[in-house]
């Protein structure tokens, strides 16, 4: 797998990519309906380092890494994970995930933070956790889950 | 005590609260050395609802209002708050935190939550904590203070 700075050019594949979990709107905190022009310019804001993952020449995930506060709290890093639905269950996320870690470090953050990890998510949460993050935050109810409703959020916090 | 939206025209008297307050640099994530108009875009931004305090027509506190996510977690609201250096200790924080519960109830939030608490800060912890705040997360070493060097985040959640 080779890992690529993700470009507006991408635009097509990434939105195959990320429509679907959209839609699905189980895991992020997006509306269902919401658009590509929107959830493009999110996921490749320039206060974002995005990222391509090619297996074959073929994109089959896609991440981001941002600083998760300014200044004083820039050191650490905070990134979301995309995985195409095809390529689901082949380890492409371990593998974003392990190259995020490196690549965070080379970028000089020291530390990485997801701020908003949906608690039903039980595959992420426990990949999460098998890569050496702890759940630090748990805040009551903060996603309205379409099928669940009220929903926990974790915060989780890994050393890089 | 009268609470008014806060424009570009309060400027002058914001800039006068902000900046002792970032200069200290030990309670908010910001540099101590940022600009005033770093600051006040900041403070002031679109995504925000700003208010001020006034007593006997004179600005005393400030603080914000903006959704902590969009979407699916846009019924919790994030807010700042920041009092005049010579206004310390007269119940004015208290004030401005009672109004802005209900503010943001009638704006139709319905929980508020700070991401970023940092725990060296006494005063706002135990502040927060007799107005119905739990600690729900603590992040180690996400704030790099000027004094304690690396020093614990709290987040902290009520309902509304």
Do not use: C
């Amino acid at each position: 797998m080779i890992f690529q700075t993700a470009t507006r050019e991408d635009s097509d594949r990434l939105w195959e990519i990320i429509e679907p979990i959209i839609r699905a709107g189980e895991t992020y905190v997006f509306s269902p309906d919401s658009s590509r022009e929107k959830m493009l310019d999110y996921w490749l804001d320039s206060d974002k380092d995005t990222y391509v993952a090619k297996l074959d020449g073929e994109i089959l995930g896609t991440f981001y890494l941002k600083a998760n506060q300014p200044d004083r709290g820039s050191h650490v890093v905070n990134a979301g994970y995309m995985v195409a639905a095809k390529a689901g269950g082949r380890g492409i996320g371990r593998a974003m995930a392990d190259f995020s870690f490196s690549e965070a470090r080379r970028l000089g953050y020291t530390a990485m933070q997801f701020n908003y990890v949906i608690s039903s998510n039980t595959i992420a949460v426990s990949l999460w956790e098998k890569l050496g993050f702890k759940i630090v935050g748990q805040v009551p109810d903060a996603f309205m889950h379409p099928k669940l409703g009220p929903t926990d959020v974790y915060v989780m916090y890994r050393k890089l």
